[in-house]
Each structure stands twice: as C-alpha cells, then as structure tokens.
C-alpha cells in the first residue's frame, strides 16, 4: 500500500519537470529561428542596398561606393551613387520599414491581416490630401508633404473615433475603414479628372508610389520619423502581443490596454504618414509585410523588426525590378500592386470558405 501510494505520488514530480522541459525547448527554439530570419532579412537588405547602389545603366565597384558614401570624391559615382541612388536606396529602406512595422502594428493589434493602413482608409487619407494641394491649390514639395501627413493622421483619428463603442472592435474598424476609403478614392477620381494634364501627371506620378528623382530632403524626415517612432512600438512589442488574445485577457495580464492602443495607432499612423509624403502609398507594402514574416518565423514572439525587414526587402527589390527588369520603367507602386492584389484576393477568398469573417 505504502508502495502504491509513493509511487503515485511520485509520479508527478517526474511528469512536471519533463513537461517544463519541453516548453522551454520549444521556446529556445523558437527563438533561435526568430533570431536567424531577422539576421537573414537583414542580410538580404544589406545586400539589396549594395545591389541599388552598384547597379544601374552604369555599373560602379563597390570600393568605389563606399568612398562616396564615406564622402570621398569619385569621379562620375560621386553624382551617379551620391547624390542619385543613394537617397533612393535609402529611402526605400526607410520608406518599406515604416510600411511593414506600421502594417503588422495594425494587423497585431485588431487580430485581423486585413487590419492595414493600404484597406483601412489612413493611406487614402495621405493621397487624397496630396491630390488636392497638386491639382485644386497648386503646391508642390514641402506643402503637399505636410498636407498628407496632416491628413494621414485625420483619418486615422476618424476611423478610430467612428469605430469606438465601449472599446474597439478590429471588424467595426475594419469596415469604417473601408467605407472612408472608398469615400476618399472618389473625391481623389473627382479631383482628378479636372485636373491640367501638367498637374494630372504630378498627381499621378505621386499617388502611385515612386522614388524616381529622390532627394535628401524626401528621405530625412521620413527617416527622422522612424528613428524617432520604432522604439514606441518596440517598448509596447509584448503589450501588442497580449492584446492578440483580446482585450480582456490583455488587461488581465495587467496591459492597459486603451493606452496602448492609442500609443501604437499614433506611432504607427506616425510612420505611414512620413513615409508615404516621402514615397507616395506603395501599394500592399504594409499589409503583405505581416504575413510573410510571420510565415518565415513561426507562432509566438513579435513580428515587429521581422515585418520591417521585409518590407523594406520588399521595396528594394520591387523598385529595382520596376527599373530594369522590364522593357518599360515601372514605378515601385506598380510593382508592389500586382504582388498584393492576388494576396488579398486569396486571403477573401481562404476566409470566404473556412467559413470565418473579414
């Protein structure tokens, strides 16, 4: 009897341990891929900087790149890479970071891969805003780009206003999303068509997405904005993890959650709105960055630093295929338009028949 009932009792000391065990195995591992796809995307990125900055109609060694970035003077790179592909490689850099952090920020947060800025309106808000002060008010440069900034944030505050009952739902946000921009794709059309064929092909040019005739001062502010913003949403990286199992099961792990949502909506919409007056809305950047990252690295741990990486592995490779790898030249926004729409197709079409909602 006493046998027996040491041996029962026994048993789960010898149960608990092996499971605890395997759990931090798990974990271990799990963190072990994370840390290898950040260091291969970032790899990747390095080498798809190097690439831009090499390659073109002329093609420069890379010794000679690296003088001109160290600001020696190369005869021919210093023009060529210094003052023509280095602001554009960093500028897709910069620009294709911000999408992917803000992107999967959104898709974190609401539970919900459609939960980006390019569906829920704030992208819209920044190209309307530009249309508007090219074609209706004549500005250029500095003026269109605070406008979007200023009007990227307005719809974001909008959205947000409109979808708040008792808290925010992703599925209300994600339709008030929707509605507003289909709302402003109209007055964006509306502007448009009355628009001088001079102002017409500037607006365009704009609101497809282009680094074609980048400068320093496109890409500074926006690479200001994300110095300045990627570390709030790194600090709120586990905040934004808890609040994957709801709102109510964040706030019992002592997230406050509200707070958290308006601090990582401000710092994200921050992102979207600096990078697309640098760049223009690159098309699908932010709401396919997400999903391939979370694809390459697995279940748990944040997808913050691995979405910004591909994003911006994302832009580098589509503006340089936009450039050279067609008979025609194609804006980046073109590029990166017919890699998503057939995602976002799938993705309606996978949740249409496992029978769940958007």
Known sequence: MSERTDRHSSAPAVTRPSVVQAVARGRRRSASRRRLVVLILAVLVVAGFAVTLMFGQTFYPPRDVVRVILGEQVPGASFTVGRLRLPRAVLAVVAGFSFGLAGVTFQTMLRNPLASPDIIGISWGASAAAAIAIVSLSLGGTQVSILAIVSALA???LVYTLAFRDGVVGTRLILIGIGISAMLESITSYVLSRAAEWDLQEALRWLTGSLNGTTWEQAL????????????????????????LGDDTASAL????????????????GLIAFATSAAGPIAFVAFLSG?????LVGAGGSLLVPAGLVGALLVLVADFAGQFAFDVRYPVGVVTGVLGAPYLVYLIVRTHRAGGSL
């Open 291 to 295: 999903p391939i990252a979370a694809r």
């Open 254 to 269: 002592g997230v406050r959650v509200e707070r958290t949502r308006v601090t990582v909506i401000v710092a994200a919409v």
């Open 221 to 244: 502010p926006a690479l200001v904005a994300l110095v300045v913003l990627t570390p709030v949403l790194l600090a709120k990286s586990r905040d934004l993890s808890a609040m994957r």
């Open 155 to 157: 719809v974001a505050l």
